[in-house]
């Protein structure tokens, strides 16, 4: 599978969204990068075997204890968001 475009809604800000979401790409092996968007989303490109990739979104769909995910919007990362990823999992500034 190629690298996953996660837009990520609902109550996902000011809750350790970001932060939780890097812990969890640790413990699965991800690759990638975590971000807010100004819109009060918060969007993520998740890298790796089908697996980790599969463990992230199903993590992504209901986030850290405090979060209320509405919508987890999917599609293939662009070759220039993946460029982005580098070896580990890592908040980037919002967007």
Not at 12 to 22: D, H, K, P, T, Y
Not at 24 to 33: D, K
Not at 70 to 78: G, M, S
Request: aromatic share 6%; proline share 3%.
């Amino acid at each position: 599978m190629a690298a996953l475009h996660l837009m990520i809604s609902g109550r996902v800000q000011g809750v350790g969204f970001r932060w939780s979401m890097c812990e969890a790409a640790l413990e699965h092996g991800a690759r990638g990068w975590v971000r807010n968007r100004r819109d009060g989303r918060v969007e993520a490109v998740i890298d790796g075997e089908d697996a980790v990739i599969a463990a992230m979104l199903r993590w992504a769909q209901h986030g850290p204890r405090s979060a209320r995910v509405e919508h987890v919007q999917t599609r293939a990362a662009t070759a220039a968001e993946a460029a982005l990823a580098g070896a580990g999992f890592e908040p980037l500034p919002d967007a």
